[in-house]
């Protein structure tokens, strides 16, 4: 029995329909150029993360996208010892990474053993090509 699996073709993608999803299409749009952009409130400046149409503190409909620096910490982390997709190979750490902005974003952490990585640690944003028509932000330990 052959492997169909085509990781430049089968890498997961992050769902971009309906009305939610539709608020998130600036975000990968973003992540696609090599820029971290975050959505924010334009009434209270409250971070709107995940994107959404409205924001949950003041119900304003008028955002904003706004550069992140990339930089933050580890606020906590998971390693698969078995691979959770053919794309995402064992061992792969999923990182809680709360940004200096104050926004926490979920995405993997590359460039470094499972067994090194801590809470606390500074780490910033990679952009990973995954397919022709797909780029992935990742997190790296900081220089």
């Known amino acids: 029995m052959t492997s169909s699996y085509d990781p430049t ?4 993608r ?24 975050l959505q924010r409130c334009a009434s209270c400046a409250r971070w709107l993360t995940p994107p959404r149409p409205m924001c949950p ?23 698969y010892r078995h691979a959770p997709h053919p794309a995402f190979p064992a061992p792969h750490s999923v990182v809680l990474v709360e940004l200096e902005e104050g ?15 801590a809470v606390g640690q500074a780490v910033e944003v990679v952009f990973t090509h995954a397919a022709d028509d797909f780029t992935l932000f990742q997190f790296k330990p900081a220089a």
């Open 9 to 12: 073709r089968d890498v997961p």
């Open 14 to 37: 992050p769902a971009r329909w309906e009305v939610l999803y539709r608020s998130s299409g600036p975000f990968w749009d973003g992540v696609a150029s090599g820029k971290l952009l």
């Open 57 to 79: 503190g003041c119900q304003s409909r008028e955002h904003e996208w706004v550069q992140s620096t990339g930089r933050g910490t580890v606020h906590s982390f998971a390693t």
């Open 103 to 117: 926004p926490r974003l979920v995405s993997s952490l590359v460039g470094i053993a499972p067994e090194n990585i």
